[in-house]
T-cell receptor, first 114, second 113 residues
Framework: DAGVIQSPRHEVTEMGQEVTLRCKPI?????LFWYRQTMMRGLELLIY????????DSGMPEDRFSAKMPNASFSTLKIQPSEPRDSAVYFC????????????FGDGTRLSIL | KQEVTQIPAALSVPEGENLVLNCSFT??????LQWFRQDPGKGLTSLLL???SQREQTSGRLNASLDKSSGRSTLYIAASQPGDSATYLC????????????WGLGTSLAVNP
């Protein structure tokens, strides 16, 4: 079975450019999570969706970040404009919405903003 | 506010040794506690999930325990192998928002042949 698929795997871009990260969750999963991982702060939850609806976006650092889930099989995380401090590994994870279900992670997008 | 701490940050052991990884949390009203493994350049793989009503979970050579009163969870790895080398992270969620995991920074484990 295909796991969570993220693209691109690596992104290098210049400060000020728009960055779009993509995620395809596991088929049948109805919760989707976006995380950011850095050495200093570890894993931080940015936003999560249940049944395509954003439930908690309190982790989104500022208005430059936005996330959408137009359907059950696709989500995007957009940064506009990007800044060097946004450099990190961004992970998408999915799970069933029922309680006590583990999250399944993609391999992440390594983002470098120059 | 829930905080999760993992000590030590790094651990190196010889192959075959039994070892314990530690995770502590500040709020005893924890909903569940999960252990994950992360290999370099990869995402996280869920290893064990302990619900608040449980004391431990086992999978193969792995055993995870949860003691809410002391705010601690441990991951026990029996007969360690070089393939166990990875970073191990624990994460907890609270009943108020049980979908939101609070993460430790992880323990980087090296098992030497």
């Amino acid at each position: 079975d295909a796991g969570v698929i993220q693209s691109p795997r690596h992104e290098v871009t210049e400060m000020g450019q728009e960055v779009t990260l993509r995620c395809k969750p596991i088929s049948g999963h109805n919760s989707l999570f976006w995380y950011r991982q850095t050495m200093m702060r570890g894993l931080e939850l940015l936003i999560y969706f249940n049944n395509n609806v954003p439930i908690d976006d309190s982790g989104m650092p500022e208005d430059r970040f936005s996330a959408k889930m137009p359907n059950a099989s696709f989500s995007t995380l957009k940064i506009q404009p990007s800044e060097p401090r946004d450099s990190a590994v961004y992970f998408c994870a999915s799970s069933l919405v029922t309680e006590n279900q583990p999250q399944h992670f993609g391999d992440g997008t390594r983002l470098s903003i120059l | 506010k829930q905080e999760v701490t993992q000590i030590p940050a790094a651990l190196s052991v010889p192959e075959g040794e039994n070892l314990v990884l530690n995770c502590s949390f500040t709020d005893s009203a924890i909903y569940n506690l999960q252990w994950f493994r992360q290999d370099p350049g990869k995402g996280l793989t869920s290893l064990l999930l302990i619900q608040s009503s449980q004391r431990e979970q086992t999978s193969g050579r792995l055993n995870a325990s949860l003691d809410k009163s002391s705010g601690r969870s441990t991951l026990y790895i029996a007969a360690s192998q070089p393939g166990d080398s990875a970073t191990y992270l624990c994460a907890g969620s609270n009943a108020g928002n049980n979908r939101k995991l609070i993460w430790g920074l992880g323990t980087s484990l090296a098992v030497n042949p």
